[in-house]
């Protein structure tokens, strides 16, 4: 299992916002982008999971059941800024809809909703509106959406914004379980996650585009 971009290119409005992006992972391996604010880190992972169209280049996953490639948004997660949520259905509505919806890719056995709230560090909430929880338990939520279906890759913007320590942990255990088991992760952040077997990759944005930063 694999997942490779080539020389990937994206525009914003008039502006290119990167060149030449490549990099390549391999089962278990994670890609963590870091830069500063408007550095195109967001537009990158939009990219691979297939919100946006680059302006060129190709993103190419491999997975283990077909020799054919597919693109990466059709077997990743997405966990972007917002946590893709309805405020007034209860935290089991919610997670049972992400998990009809997204079913499972591949055979892999998916914890309950109750289990998945549990990994999170929210036991008992379940029968709550979305809507009632606070910040950081909203994006903890957001987060069992990752457990409850599985995919092979965990594409997270900016995954422990309104976060305490102890989710900062739960989080970067709940990633390295993940990996552990042959995921491939792609993150944005401005704070250290602590991942094993992870590339950096600093982005500079339009203004590195200029000074030919990417080549
Ligand atoms: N919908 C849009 N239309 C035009 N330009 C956009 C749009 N969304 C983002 N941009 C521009 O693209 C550039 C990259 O934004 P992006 O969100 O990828 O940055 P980022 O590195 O993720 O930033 P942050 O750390 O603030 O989340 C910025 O200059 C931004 O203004």
Redesign the pocket.
């Given at each position: 299992m694999h997942l490779t971009a080539e020389n990937l290119a994206a525009r914003?409005?008039e502006?290119f916002?990167f060149l030449n992006i490549s990099f390549h992972l391999a089962a278990g391996e994670a890609l963590v982008?870091t830069?500063?604010?408007?550095?195109?880190?967001?537009?990158?992972l939009?990219v691979v999971a297939g919100l946006l169209r680059p302006e060129k280049g190709t993103v190419i996953f491999h997975g283990e059941e077909s020799r054919e490639g597919r693109h990466p948004g059709e077997v990743s997660h997405y966990l972007g800024?917002r946590n893709a949520m309805k405020n007034e259905l209860t935290v089991a509505e919610n997670l049972d809809f992400w998990r009809t919806f997204l079913g499972s890719a591949g055979s892999v056995a998916t914890p309950s909703v109750e289990d998945a709230t549990d990994a999170v560090g929210l036991s008992g909430v379940t029968h709550l509106p979305f809507g009632y929880l606070s910040a950081g338990q909203q994006r903890r939520i957001a987060f069992a959406k990752l457990l409850v279906a599985h995919r092979p890759i965990w594409i997270l913007?900016?995954p422990t914004a309104a976060l305490d320590a102890s989710a900062d942990r739960l989080f970067a255990d709940l990633i390295t379980t993940h990996q552990a088991k042959g995921g491939i992760v792609l993150a944005?952040t401005?704070q250290p996650l602590g991942l094993r077997s992870a590339q950096e990759l600093e982005?500079t944005?339009?203004s590195g585009v200029d000074a030919g930063v990417w080549g």
């Amino acid at each position: 299992m694999h997942l490779t971009a080539e020389n990937l290119a994206a525009r914003r409005g008039e502006d290119f916002i990167f060149l030449n992006i490549s990099f390549h992972l391999a089962a278990g391996e994670a890609l963590v982008l870091t830069g500063k604010n408007g550095s195109g880190k967001s537009t990158l992972l939009r990219v691979v999971a297939g919100l946006l169209r680059p302006e060129k280049g190709t993103v190419i996953f491999h997975g283990e059941e077909s020799r054919e490639g597919r693109h990466p948004g059709e077997v990743s997660h997405y966990l972007g800024h917002r946590n893709a949520m309805k405020n007034e259905l209860t935290v089991a509505e919610n997670l049972d809809f992400w998990r009809t919806f997204l079913g499972s890719a591949g055979s892999v056995a998916t914890p309950s909703v109750e289990d998945a709230t549990d990994a999170v560090g929210l036991s008992g909430v379940t029968h709550l509106p979305f809507g009632y929880l606070s910040a950081g338990q909203q994006r903890r939520i957001a987060f069992a959406k990752l457990l409850v279906a599985h995919r092979p890759i965990w594409i997270l913007d900016e995954p422990t914004a309104a976060l305490d320590a102890s989710a900062d942990r739960l989080f970067a255990d709940l990633i390295t379980t993940h990996q552990a088991k042959g995921g491939i992760v792609l993150a944005a952040t401005h704070q250290p996650l602590g991942l094993r077997s992870a590339q950096e990759l600093e982005m500079t944005g339009f203004s590195g585009v200029d000074a030919g930063v990417w080549g």
